[in-house]
């Protein structure tokens, strides 16, 4: 495992090589200290250019890359509005299409008000917004959602600027979690919906959804929804807070040049159609898979082993955009770029909810921020049963597992027994 996520400090991102051009060109407009924060944010958007493309998960199921959702979150004046502008410009072509929708809408609403209650009025214009603004009401977004499916299974991103919005959007705080998973699952909305022409339907929710936030307000918004999947399903990007340098964060600029390379790369998404497998990501996902659970034995932690479950499938989700802006050819920079997607997700919210998790207070101390602790890294090479529920204990973990975490690492191979002494010695290979 390359990551520690019990650092305070956030996971250090691989070098953006051979296969990564596009996620460089959209940083090279944003100030240097986000570059780590936005990158788990660019595959929302990005995903959503891409409709009729399905890609086979290692379990031999296909998925869309919808239904991908991130998190940004990071102190008031953080810098988090220059993910706003990346959206516009990545969005430049969604919002030239929902500004024609616009006006046939605009302009059947004229009609209808022209007619007399006794004349027949005229039918309502099939449109669709791909771009739908943040304040979208419940009715608004589901009717696009319908709106959506009849036009080829088209993929509506939404870029919500404070958590908060959620409520508006999904009927009602206590619709959010709900609605979140149906739109990672992609799931259909779970309620037949009446629109103004007497048209019934429960679409497919085909959504990508980024939001932004702060800690302080992220701990609030997603504390009752820790232990039900909402939070498995959201990739979150957290930025520290650093030190004041008196610098101002210098962005770049969006200009043609900038919008000719980065049209070149969203012609590829849009052309994409079919089904695929991608052999080399499927196979690193598998090894991530194996990682994660080495990490939940090597910790004794199930709860992040749960949570792991998912970050690995949005990333691979992550991984199959960067396939097809890469004109579908895989490389060792994008393998490493996914792997650090995980990492961070994982980190991200053992910084901001490991406390929450744990059923302690509401605001979180040093020692409670941190992910979960390798106790086998906390023993001596050579070490006996007792230490270890010595360990376990100082931990606030109960002794008796110790038989049972010491039969898993035997079966992982991380120790083995001393014949002369009967003590528990660490292998080479874990060593190594």
């Known amino acids: ?82 993910l706003a502008n990346l959206v516009e410009a990545i969005c430049r072509n969604f919002s030239q299409h929902d500004d024609l929708e616009l006006q046939k809408l605009v302009c059947w609403q004229r009609q209808v008000k022209t007619k007399s209650a006794n004349k027949e009025k005229p039918e309502r214009p099939d449109v669709v917004f791909l771009f739908p603004p943040a304040n979208v009401t419940n009715a608004a977004f589901l009717q696009n959602a319908m709106a959506c499916e009849a036009q080829g299974n088209r993929t509506q991103y939404i870029n919500l600027p404070e958590v908060e919005m959620a409520d508006n959007m999904c ?31 429960n679409p497919v929710l085909r959504v990508n959804l980024t939001i932004s936030s702060t800690p302080y307000v992220t701990r609030k918004f997603y504390k009752y929804d820790l232990f039900n999947g909402t939070l498995g399903r959201m990739v979150f990007s ?98 490493e770029l996914v792997e650090w997607l995980v990492y961070h997700d994982l980190w991200s919210k053992t910084q901001l909810f490991s406390d929450l998790l744990a059923e302690e207070a509401d605001a979180p101390s040093e020692k409670q921020r941190r992910g979960p602790k390798n106790l086998l890294e906390s023993l001596p090479g050579t070490f006996n049963k007792t230490q270890l529920e010595a360990l376990r204990t100082s931990l606030g973990k109960d002794a008796e597992g110790a038989g049972a975490q010491l039969r898993k690492w035997l079966y992982r191979g991380f120790i083995e027994v001393d014949k002369s002494t009967g003590w528990f010695v660490k292998t080479p290979e874990y060593l190594n």
């Open 171 to 201: 009927g009602g705080p206590r619709q959010i979690s709900q609605m979140f998973r149906n739109i990672y699952d992609r799931q259909r909305a779970g309620a037949l919906r009446a629109t103004a022409d007497g048209v019934t339907g």
């Open 238 to 335: 957290f930025k520290e807070r650093t030190q004041p340098d008196g610098k101002i964060p210098r962005q770049g600029k969006y200009d043609e040049a900038f919008y000719a390379k980065l049209d070149e790369y969203l012609v590829r998404l849009e052309a994409c159609k079919g089904r695929f497998i991608i052999t080399p990501l499927n196979r690193l996902i598998d090894r991530l898979a194996e990682d994660m659970a080495t990490l939940a034995d090597l910790a004794d932690d199930t709860l992040m082993w749960d949570m792991s479950k998912r970050a690995i499938v949005s990333a691979w989700k992550a991984g199959c955009v960067m396939w097809v802006l890469n004109n579908q050819i895989w490389t060792r920079s994008m393998s």
């Open 1 to 82: 495992m390359k990551y520690d996520i019990s650092s305070k400090s956030a996971p250090a991102m691989p070098t953006l090589g051979t296969g990564t051009k596009c996620i460089k060109l959209l940083l090279s407009q944003v100030s240097k200290d986000m570059h780590e924060p936005l990158v788990p944010m660019l595959f929302p958007v990005l995903g959503a250019q891409m409709s009729g493309a399905e890609f086979q998960y290692p379990d031999l199921t296909w998925k869309e890359p919808c239904g991908m959702m991130a998190n940004l979150v990071a102190e008031s004046g953080g810098n988090k509005g220059q």
